[in-house]
Every structure is written in C-alpha cells, then in structure tokens.
C-alpha cells in the first residue's frame, strides 16, 4: 500500500558534495521557534535567531582542526538535509569527520554533535572560532538582514558569553569538556565578510583522543536568551545530553508531519488531505510542499499573533509575512491551519493594506513598501478561509470601521482609483511588482484581469451575505473591464503588452501574465488565444524541470540575473501557478506531462526562494538548483509560498472546485498520473471528503 504520511526520511534531501565557495545555496534548520542557516564546514552555522533576539548574518563555530581553518584543507564536503537535521561530512587524512546540527525543539539554542574518527589511534584538536552580534530590538526587524550589534564577550567556565550593551540579549557558546579563551582581536563595529570580517570574539577548544578505528565525539551549543541566566540554564540542559537533542528533533518533526494530515491533531487548526497514489513523482511534489508550508510556522514566545507564517528563511525577513507570498498558499493555510489565518487575514485588515508589504510578528506594525498585488492577495484569502471552513459570519464581522465584506467590497473596486486616463489600473513601478524586470510595470495584463477575477469574487461573497444588489453592481462592473483587458493581447504571440504612462504598450513576456490571466479569466478568452499562450508557455518558459519567468526572447532578459522573476529561473510558485493556468486554458495534458520533471527539483529541502534553469547553473542530481543568498542573486534558501504546489494538486491535478456556499465537484487530470489516486479526507465547512481520479467525491463525514 503506497505511504499516505511522510517521515523525515521520506523528505530527506539529495546529499550534496561541494567545495568551499561553490554556487551552493546554505541550507536551513528551524524548530518553529528560530532558524539557522548551516553553512559549507562541518560546523559553522549563520544567522541564529530566536525572536526577539537575532544577530544579522553572524557566523560563529568556524572549525579548525589541530589548528588549522577547516576550510583551508580544500576538501569537498557532503551535506545531507532532513527536516530536524543537517549531517555534513568529510575526510581529512587519516581522520573522518561527521557532524549532525539541528535546531533544538523548544528551546532558543542549536546543537551540534562532532564524530572524530581516525584510521590510527592520535589525538585530534577541535577548534572552533566563536563570534556572536545578539541584540534584542524593540522594533519591527525592517531590513532583509536582522538586527545586530557589537557584543562584549567574557570567558565563563567553558563557554564564551556574549551580551549585548543592554544586556537584553545574550548568546551562550561552548565545546563540552573543553576550554574557552577570548581571541584578544580589539572590539570593532565593522561586519561586512570580505570586508570588515566576520568579528572573533573568542576560541572553542577540545582535544579529542581518538582510538584506532574509532570514534571520539564532542557537541557544541549556542543558546540564546533575553537574560543571562536564561541563556546559561538553556545551554547547560542541553550540552548536558545533545544526543537527546538529535533525537528529539526527529520526533518533533515526524510528529509535525504526521499532524498536518491528521484531523483534530494537536500542532494546527486543521489538516491537509492525505493523498493515496501509485504516481511517486505526484507523491514527492504533495508532500514537498506540504513540508514547506509547515516549515515556516512560528510560535515563538512573544509573537503579536500568537502564531504566525514566516515568508523567507534563515537568510533574509525574519519575523515578516508577506501579505503577496502568504496568498499564494492561501488555500492551503485554509485548510492547515484556519485559525491561524482567520487572525492574519482579521490583522492585516485592521492596517492600510496599500501602504506596506507584510507585517511584523514582533509589533504587528506595517513593513515595507506597497505592492500592488495586495488587494487581489487579500480577497484571494478572505475567499478561500470562507468557502473552505464555511464560517459565512466572518464577512460580517466588524474589523475596525467595516466589516470583512465591506473590505472585501473595497478591495475589489480598488483599482478605479488607479486609473491614469484608461480603462485599466496603474499598478505603478519595478518596486511596487516583480523588482527585477523593469519592463513589468503601470498597466500589467495580469493584475487588470485579476480585478476583473476580483470582483467576481466580491460578487459571490456579496450574495452569500443576502446582498444581491451588490452583487449584481460588482458583475457588471466585472464585464465592463474584461474587454479592455482581453485587448491588451498580441494575437500571434501568446503574451500582452504593459500600457506606460506616456501611451505606448510594451510586451512583456512574464510568466506572471501567463498564469494570472490563465487563473482567472481563462473561459472568457477564444479557443484561439487560449491555444498560443499555451504555446507561448511551452515554446519559451517551460523546461524539463523547472521553468523561466521571463522568457530569454524578451529584452529585458539582460535587465538583473535575480533568479526568481527573470530568464535564468523562476520563484517556486510560479511553476505551480503556471500549471494551474495550464489546466484552465484547456492544456491538461502539458501539466500531466510536466510533473515527473518537476518533481526531480524536488530534492533539496524546502523550495527555494527561485532555483536556476540549468541553461543558467547546472542541476543538482536531475533538480532545478537553489539559487544563493549573495549578490547578485540575493536569494534565500526557502519560501513559504510552496502551497502553491498544493494548490495545484487539488484544484487542477483533481479538479477540485470549492463554490463560495461550499459545494465541492471534482473534475480534473490526475487520472493521467494514476487513475487510482485519492485525496482523503479533504475537509470543507463541517462535511469530509474522499475525492477520486475519475471525478467521484464521496462525503466520508459530517451531516447537512
């Protein structure tokens, strides 16, 4: 019988060998409290933040093995990620190093266990260059990087406490059984790597005897608190038994695993369907995406919202949900966790959604400029919470001075203010869209038809609420725009032209065109346009196992090489969405054909932030590479909006259709994978259902 449950084992990563400085994306590790970015040696770990503690892009645990840097041996290093660990390794002579690193369940603290092994019997010297920038800000972390701050350093025992001026922020470091010693380097603000350095606020020791053919180990711990003796009774419980950390850490993630599609379980405030399928590839893609919506829950003590989603990690925006990445895993979050997202949805309505990008979970406050996605973000939200839970009562509920279905009405008429003396929105600059395409700007195809979606939407809502009259006002209003969207097509080419204020029309080749008027206006298009953005699609965009977001004919290719809206790879959503689109404009059997290459990508933990086509960066064992987090890619190891993926599954892989009143048919291509798969126990309002390959939904609970 095929597994409906994963384990950590099932979402383990491709191991990866590299040498020092490769173009390797450092992977992370969370425990939903804090994150850490792993980095290329056997020990160094970046970027630890417990909030509200953090400290920029620190790097601290350097290894130096009887007393030379690690990194200067050159040997290449295996990594290999699961979901509570990272196990690196190398040779070195005749010594094998292994270390296994893993953020530690509930606790503000990594742990990391050193195996020493040794072909002959010798002593081995461990150590490790200790640095640490802890700061504990009373603001919203505003910048991509974290807050930080010089630290003083004292030795104390074995460990090396650092503290921060205020002495709100400790970060506790230390080798058990070994020695600290401070490095003696004079204090100095600079921290910029290959610049101002690192900082060395001191030395980590232990000598290590060796048997011949054996193993000697040594464990490491940072731990960090908002309070000395916080931070040091962390430290002490945990370098007291760190297998029993490791060990904890698997079965913290297993059990967040097997929660998440588990009606009425213990971790979320509901639950994921479980998919049977003989289709491996259908299987690896649910569950990948599974994992990286999860992995961005925070439930840090102190969190504004009690629980939050986190959008990028461990690199860049701790702390911050976007607003645009969130609703590309809204159906998902719908589903996950309603709570949760009743919340988020009820905050944000309470702030000027056009005035940020997301919101901070340490004051709730507004982070970030406006993007102009916002208002079809946030009725993509209140839609999928209401026709997913059935809590109809929410649009009436009053937030602020309106209610959620006044927002939504607002929201869905927001665009008329924008218009700059056409029929359609001006959605403003590169800033305010995709950032790194700057022909991608004023009057785009793609949200102009997602108001025309929008309205729809606010329509149906309206008439859920009793309120026909609105209703009918927000339908003709839809049809009024649609026209003038359409006519933004280049017949022949598959793609639409951006209007620029002083007139002209610029084509743009995106694949955000593609799958945002494929996703929602896609039976108001001709067969014949429907059929050349499929080519469009098929002939520029796609590959193998991945995809471009901008095509390499368009000529704002040479624009950025920022992976994750240009030619050279694509966001993680965008592959998902795409195939949605693909499902809507009549090309079933392209998605189908598609999902054995995509699901080769994933292989490297949690989605990233964009990976690489290979015409850009080779592939990792037949996946799409994660593109870095240095410039000029800036991009970080994972991103929440994997729920895109999820949503693929279910409503164009099955066909799902969930209406606003909760009606659920089904009516998809899954059956082109494997005419035996099931979605089990996909929850809707108070009813439970089995939906099957060939269309059937089967109610398995609930009453009418």
């Known amino acids: 019988m095929s597994p409906l449950i994963p384990t950590v084992d099932d979402l383990a990563a491709d191991p990866v060998t590299h040498h020092y400085d490769d173009m390797i994306a450092p992977a992370g590790l969370t425990n939903m409290l804090g994150t850490v970015r792993i980095d290329h040696d056997l020990t160094a770990v970046s970027a630890v933040q417990f909030p509200p503690v953090s400290q920029g892009l620190t790097q601290t645990a350097v290894l130096f093995v009887d007393g030379r840097l690690f990194a200067s041996y050159g040997v290449p290093v295996t990594h290999e990620w699961r979901p509570d660990r990272v196990v690196r390794r190398a040779s070195l002579g005749d010594l094998s190093i292994e270390t296994t690193t893993v953020c530690v369940p509930g606790s503000p603290a990594v742990a990391i266990d050193v195996a020493v092994s040794s072909t002959v019997g010798r002593s081995v010297v461990i150590g490790l260059s200790a640095a640490a920038r802890v700061t504990r800000s009373a603001d919203a972390w505003l910048d991509a990087e974290s807050p930080s701050e010089a630290d003083a350093v004292a030795v104390v025992g074995e460990t090396l406490e650092f503290s921060s001026a205020d002495a709100a922020a400790w970060s506790v470091q230390g080798l058990s059984g070994g020695s600290a010693a401070l490095s003696g380097v004079a204090e100095s603000e600079a921290f910029d790597i290959g610049i101002g350095g690192n900082g060395r606020g001191g030395d980590l020791t232990v000598t290590l005897d060796v048997p011949a053919g054996g193993t000697a180990h040594a464990s490491f711990v940072q731990a960090l608190g908002s309070t000395a003796s916080a931070a040091r009774a962390t430290y002490a419980t945990i370098a007291a038994d760190v297998p029993g950390a490791i060990a904890a850490s698997e079965e913290f993630w297993d059990r967040q695993l097997t929660a998440a599609f588990t009606e009425g379980n213990d971790e979320f405030s509901g639950a994921l369907p479980m998919l049977e399928t003989a289709s491996e590839p259908l299987r690896r893609i649910y569950w990948w995406a599974t994992l990286g919506v999860i992995w961005f829950r925070r439930d840090w003590e102190g969190n504004v919202l009690g629980r939050s989603y986190d959008t990028l ?304 960066v080779p592939g990792i064992n037949g996946g799409a590479r994660k593109a870095p987090p240095q410039l000029p890619y800036i991009i970080d190891w994972a991103c929440s909006s994997s729920g895109a993926w999820i949503e693929l599954v279910i409503e164009a892989l099955f066909g799902v259709s969930v209406a606003t009143d909760g009606t659920v048919t089904a009516a998809g291509c899954v059956a082109g994978l494997d005419p035996s798969a099931v979605l089990r126990g996909l929850r809707v309002g108070g009813h439970s259902y089995d939906v099957h390959a060939d269309g059937r939904v089967v109610t398995t609970s609930g009453s009418d």
Request: aromatic residues 10%; proline residues 5%; contains cysteine.
């Open 313 to 616: 990690m461990p690199n860049y925006w701790g702390t911050t949900t976007f607003i645009w990445d969130y609703s590309l895993s809204s159906l998902s979050h719908a589903l996950l966790d309603p709570a949760e997202m009743r919340t988020q949805i009820r905050h944000w309505i309470s702030l000027d959604i056009h005035s940020h990008f997301g919101t901070s979970s340490i004051t709730g406050g507004p982070v970030g400029r406006w993007y102009s996605v916002n208002d079809y973000a946030m009725i993509r939200l209140v839609h999928d919470y209401v026709r997913l839970t059935g809590d109809v009562d929410f649009l009436s509920e009053q937030v602020g001075e309106a209610t959620v279905g006044e927002a939504v009405q607002e929201w869905a008429t927001a665009w008329k203010t924008l218009r700059q003396g056409t029929d359609l929105a001006d959605y403003g600059e590169i800033d305010n869209l995709l950032e790194c395409v700057s022909s991608y700007t004023h009057e785009v195809a793609s949200l102009n038809a997602a108001n025309v979606w929008s309205m729809r939407t606010a329509a149906s809502l309206s008439s859920v609420q009793g309120d026909e009259s609105a209703a009918a006002e927000l339908r003709a209003s839809a049809s009024e725009l649609l026209p003038s969207v359409v006519s933004r097509y280049l017949p022949g080419q598959g793609i639409f032209s951006a209007g620029q204020p002083d007139g002209t029309q610029l084509p743009v080749r995106h694949c955000y065109d593609f799958s945002v008027v494929g996703t929602t206006i896609a039976d108001d298009l001709t067969p014949g346009v429907r059929a050349e953005m499929v080519e469009f699609f098929e002939r520029e965009l796609q590959t193998d196992n991945w995809m471009r977001a901008l095509s390499p004919w368009d000529p704002d290719a040479s624009y950025s090489v920022r992976p994750d809206h240009q030619w050279n790879g694509a966001y993680p959503a965008w592959p998902a969405d795409a195939g949605r689109a693909l499902a809507a404009l009549g090309a079933p059997g392209v998605l189908t054909d598609w999902i054995d290459g995509l699901a080769k990508s994933a292989n490297q933990g949690p989605m990233g932030q964009a990976h690489f086509v290979e015409e850009a």
